[in-house]
């Protein structure tokens, strides 16, 4: 404990905010490697929250705090790290840029109001970035760019540039150009110089650096003006009048506020180049909370609700945007604050509806927040209260799990929770030992709580517990979340549920009948057995004549049936899609009873099991495979080698095709893995379970 409270101790005093107007959310975007924890680090620094810039290779940043993230030198979960720049105070979120945690990612996008976009200057732009880009831009979310690790013997800062044009469109420019030790500004024509260190030095820059960056302002200064309000610009511009500094300075703010303009910055996060640019960028261009519209409230019930605005004295309306559990203080929540305000020793409403497919099933609870903390990557600094735009975090609200919402338990709020996309890499996992089974128990509602991209799945039919993940990369960071938890536990193969059918009519005779003094058992029943077509269930017809089983036993008859059919026959898998016929049968006056014809019902189906040809069933999927139209001839040659019968493709936005086919859910289990190796990570896939169909002969039953 003493180590941990010197930790909290060495990240400072945290700053409570009055005015909403003073907060700006960012998230940090990327694929991985492009540098975005390296420049909160960097920013982190310069501002002075921190005394040195931490290293990802050393494993000593603020925001990658897990021990998975220092073990793969990765990001694997959100972080929040917030900065003080000219009496703003900037909530840095730090997500993950590996495909596996996009649930990170989306949390980051929920709980932010603007995203700052960063790519390597010797990577290029990946397509899962694109599609982020595309995302943020379908919801009118501001965007701006930085181009980072300068310093990287591949960099080319310039092609950098060009490629985030190509790639993200239209309103996509350079705000500043890399010169000598520094930066030179397009607008201000001003050279910033990192010689020393941060903070620049301001002066003029050389004129061979004006001359070659001429053609690069124009372009700034018509973008620019295309988005102003002020119709007469353009047209003073193009005259030849020199259009005012100030003008020019505020209508690109204006613009990147409202999303239509995203300016480019390069950015050096060792040597500090770009980092007073990105902070007072992010100050005076990107929008407070008030200019941002939270997400619409209704009650728990569903009933109708008046909209929240980011008023400190409205409605409490926040959201738990991440769920993660410390070792020394327990569950610990990060909520974004949406509308009033967040104090504590005061009751809450905790509430979370609409995730029951994903194991959250639905809850309200009241509860009582103890602490508010303001979150510096794993450090928590107390504050007495959170205002509607900012983030804080709570600790022990025991019911509160990821998406949920947290208002007055006088006024109870429910927000819809975001999109999150479907796990699709099964993981079955088993405890080493008796003792470990309830540690594991414990450690999976913890981790399920807090990962809304994770499912629990308990099979009844195989016996398995599965985990579906997002990838290699999600289900080593859960599994070692579950053995640092003190869950002893093994992988195992994934068990697919069979079902089997008869494929020709059969008969069967059940005769149970024993005496053993007393009260004995007696029944007898003939049935027939034919199969339907699939998808049709069980279906149950009397035809007895005579009176030769008694009618009130004929219910008993068809219940030992079912209770066979669901327990399966010689290979133990739920028989489906069968018609059974009971056409005659004995009993006896003393001895039948319900239990009798129960036992005689499920011994004439297995007798009718063994005369008649068992077919084994699988399950097959209905998938739906987005990808670029390069990948399109390997991925339909794969489809057919995984017995995949394509139905049909369509063109997709973006140079992408969707193919929809039908595969066999037993050659999807590793699908995830396969299809992103296939595509370099490009394509994505759903799947939904369309029907039961025979299984090849020959073919192996797990």
Excluded at 238 to 262: N, Q, Y
Aim: contains cysteine.
């Amino acid at each position: 404990m003493a180590d941990k409270q010197a930790k909290n101790a060495d990240a400072g005093a945290a700053v409570a905010v009055d005015d909403p107007a003073k907060v700006r959310n960012v998230v940090l975007v990327g694929p991985a490697g492009s540098g975005k924890t390296t420049l909160a680090e960097a920013l982190l620094a310069a501002s002075g929250t921190v005394p040195r810039a931490g290293s990802v290779v050393d494993g000593t940043t603020v925001c990658d705090h897990d021990p998975a993230a220092v073990r793969q030198q990765r990001s694997v979960g959100l972080s929040v790290a917030p900065v003080l720049h000219q009496g703003h105070k900037i909530n840095l979120i730090d997500t993950p840029g590996y495909a596996d945690f996009v649930g990170e990612l989306r949390a980051g996008l929920r709980a932010a109001d603007a995203a700052l976009f960063v790519v390597s200057a010797a990577e290029g732009v990946d397509a899962a970035t694109v599609a982020v880009w595309e995302e943020c831009a379908a919801v009118g979310m501001p965007r701006a760019v930085v181009v980072s690790r300068l310093d990287h013997h591949r960099a080319d800062a310039m092609a950098e540039m060009a490629a985030c044009q190509a790639a993200f469109g239209a309103g996509v420019l350079p705000l500043y150009l890399p010169a000598g030790d520094g930066l030179v500004g397009l607008i201000t024509q001003r050279y910033f110089d990192y010689s020393g260190g941060y903070p620049p030095k301001v002066g003029e820059p050389a004129a061979a650096d004006l001359e070659r960056m001429a053609e690069a302002r124009n372009e700034l200064i018509e973008g620019v003006i295309a988005e102003s309000e002020d119709e007469s610009l353009m047209d003073r511009y193009l005259a030849g009048e020199e259009i005012p500094e100030a003008t020019l300075i505020a209508d690109l703010e204006t613009a990147v506020a409202r999303g239509s303009f995203h300016p480019v910055i390069p950015v050096c996060s060792t040597s500090g180049v770009g980092l007073a640019e990105v902070l007072d960028g992010i100050v005076r261009a990107f929008p407070s909370p008030l200019e941002h519209r939270p997400p619409e409230v209704t009650t728990p019930d569903g009933g109708e609700h008046a909209a929240i605005t980011a008023d400190p004295a409205g409605p409490l309306a926040a959201e738990v945007v991440r769920t993660a559990v410390d070792s020394y203080v327990g569950r610990v929540s990060l909520v974004r604050v949406f509308s009033g305000t967040l104090r504590p020793e005061r009751p809450v409403h905790v509430s979370g509806h609409g995730l029951a497919e994903r194991g959250h099933e639905d809850h309200d609870a009241d509860e009582r927040v103890a602490h508010l903390y303001s979150p510096l990557g794993s450090a928590l600094r107390e504050v007495p209260y959170c205002v509607a735009g900012d983030l804080c975090a709570l600790t022990k609200v025991g019911s509160a799990e990821t998406g949920d919402t947290v208002s007055s338990p006088d006024d109870p709020l429910l927000m819809e929770p975001w999109a999150m996309p479907e796990p699709l890499l099964p993981v079955a996992v088993v405890a080493k030992t008796r003792s470990d089974e309830d540690t594991l128990a414990r450690n999976l509602s913890r981790l399920v709580a807090g990962d809304p991209t994770l499912r629990l799945d308990r099979n009844a039919e195989t016996g398995q517990l599965v985990l579906w993940c997002m990838g290699e990369a999600h289900a080593d960071v859960v599994l070692s979340r579950l053995r640092a938890g003190g869950a002893d536990v093994d992988t195992e193969p994934v068990k697919i549920s069979l079902r089997s059918t008869f494929s020709k009519p059969a008969k069967g005779h059940g005769r149970h009948v024993k005496q053993s003094g007393g009260h004995g058992q007696f029944a007898v029943c003939d049935i027939e057995v034919e199969p339907l077509p699939r998808g049709s269930g069980f279906q149950f017809v009397d035809k007895v004549v005579g009176g030769a089983v008694p009618h009130q036993f004929i219910p008993s008859v068809e219940k030992g049936v079912r209770a066979q059919l669901a327990r399966g026959l010689a290979d133990g898998h739920p028989v489906v899609d069968v018609k059974v016929t009971l056409v005659d049968g004995k009993a006896h006056s003393v001895d039948s009873s319900d239990a009798a014809f129960q036992t005689a019902g499920a011994l004439a189906l297995r007798e009718a099991a063994a005369n008649g040809h068992i077919t084994m069933l699988e399950p097959l999927e209905e998938v739906a495979i987005r990808l670029p139209d390069e990948h399109l001839g390997t991925v339909l040659g794969d489809l057919s080698s995984r017995r995949g019968r394509v139905l049909g493709t369509e063109a997709g936005e973006g140079g992408r095709t969707v193919i929809k086919a039908e595969v066999p859910a037993t050659e999807l289990v590793r699908y995830l893995i396969d299809l992103r190796s296939m595509t370099s990570g490009t394509a994505t896939f759903t799947r939904r379970h369309a029907r039961f169909e025979p299984m090849p002969e020959g073919m192996a039953v797990h």
